[in-house]
């Protein structure tokens, strides 16, 4: 048993059952579940997040340490490879873009495989790319649809995005009226799908798992947490949604409520929620905001028309090869070893003087 998820796993069941139990015992932990930890959270997020991308944006970068994976611009006659090694700031931005949007440098990533022979494979890690996609474009989805939750009236992209992601329906029929079950989001199901691939594959692939941390796993933990609250909040459990949107109107507008008839489940969802946000700024999930800072992406490789000195350089003082040569030079044509330049013969009048 691999303690590490283990202890991940024990940390969200625990956190469950107890904002669950104390949820349902009475309106101080209401109010504790409904608008104090929230606040704190999302204070604790944006002083967090500011501090973090204030400390990568102060941290200074002397030298051109770009990852390429293509031709450097170098003579006219060889093509240089335009997004793979940016000669330009505009090549940067492409080559960020499409790493940002579409996870370019993963896609291409490989896993080292042993064969019969011995014999050592390289294999692209498809799957592992969509469903890295598949996570954060779901994530995202998700994200903007609760904005419903938090503006009046909803703004028309969040309505649009709510019918695409709803666009297949289960309606069932009573009687001889028609009523429609509240539209499956495709984007819920595809997270928590998403969520246990990532973590089915940090256990069953041994390198992977061999580097694995608690901390890697307990996100992954916390992620389904949601998700999985969410879909039982809409179609198993079912609650208010009128009374949600009334405390979470009371946190965007600093006029907190606690409504009546919000079950326990829903408070465990906004329990598991700011928990995440605390969590963000101080984890790898910090990469979303990283990404932007990362010198080996973000810089120009153009080492060969452009000498770059390290600024922070001060005075030094060398001693050459040429200073080391004339200090030594006659010990090292009697030692046989190779000089640049041959010692000067004295001529014997001059020897005879020294004498």
């Not at 080292?112 to 996609?133: C, D, H, Q, R, S």
Request: hydrophobic share 50%; glycine share 6%.
């Amino acid at each position: 048993m691999n303690l590490k998820y283990m202890y991940s796993l024990l940390a969200v069941i625990v956190l469950f059952l107890v904002s669950y139990i104390l949820a349902g015992t009475g309106m101080a932990f209401k109010v504790l579940f409904g608008i104090i930890l929230p606040y704190a959270a999302l204070l604790t997020f944006i002083i967090g997040f500011i501090s973090r991308i204030r400390n990568w944006a102060r941290s200074a970068v002397p030298f051109r340490i770009t990852t390429t994976c293509g031709q450097q611009k170098s003579l006219p006659w060889i093509k240089p490879n335009a997004i793979d090694n940016p000669f330009s700031k505009g090549a940067v931005v492409i080559r960020m873009f499409l790493e940002i949007v579409l996870f370019r440098s993963l896609f291409r990533n490989t896993r080292l495989k042993m064969k019969a022979g011995p014999k050592i494979t390289y294999n692209l890690e498809i799957f592992l790319w969509v469903g890295a996609l598949a996570f954060h474009y779901a994530f995202l989805t998700v994200l903007l649809r609760h904005l419903r939750f938090f503006t009046e009236p909803v703004p028309i992209l969040v309505q649009l995005l709510e019918t695409v992601d709803s666009f297949f329906r289960i309606e069932i029929l009573y009687d001889i009226n028609q009523f429609g079950l509240p539209g499956v989001y495709i984007s819920g199901l595809v997270l928590l799908a998403a969520v246990t691939y990532l973590f089915l594959r940090r256990v069953f692939i041994p390198n992977v798992k061999y580097i694995s941390l608690a901390a890697d796993f307990f996100p992954l933990f916390l992620i389904f947490g949601i998700a999985f609250t969410g879909i039982l909040m809409r179609y198993v459990t079912k609650i208010d949604v009128v009374a949600a949107k009334e405390l979470t109107m009371g946190l965007v507008s600093f006029h907190p409520t606690i409504p009546e008839g919000l079950a326990s489940i829903f408070y465990v969802h906004i329990f598991f929620v700011s928990i995440l946000l605390v969590y963000f700024p101080f984890s790898k999930l910090m990469h979303i905001g990283g990404i932007f800072f990362s010198p080996t992406r973000n810089m120009t490789a153009d080492t060969r028309a452009t000498r770059h000195i390290n600024p922070w350089n001060y005075p030094v003082h060398v001693h050459t090869y040429e200073e080391y040569e004339d200090e030594f030079r006659e010990k090292m044509v009697e030692a046989g070893l190779p000089v640049v330049k041959q010692p000067v013969e004295t001529p014997p009048e001059e020897t005879e003087k020294k004498e």
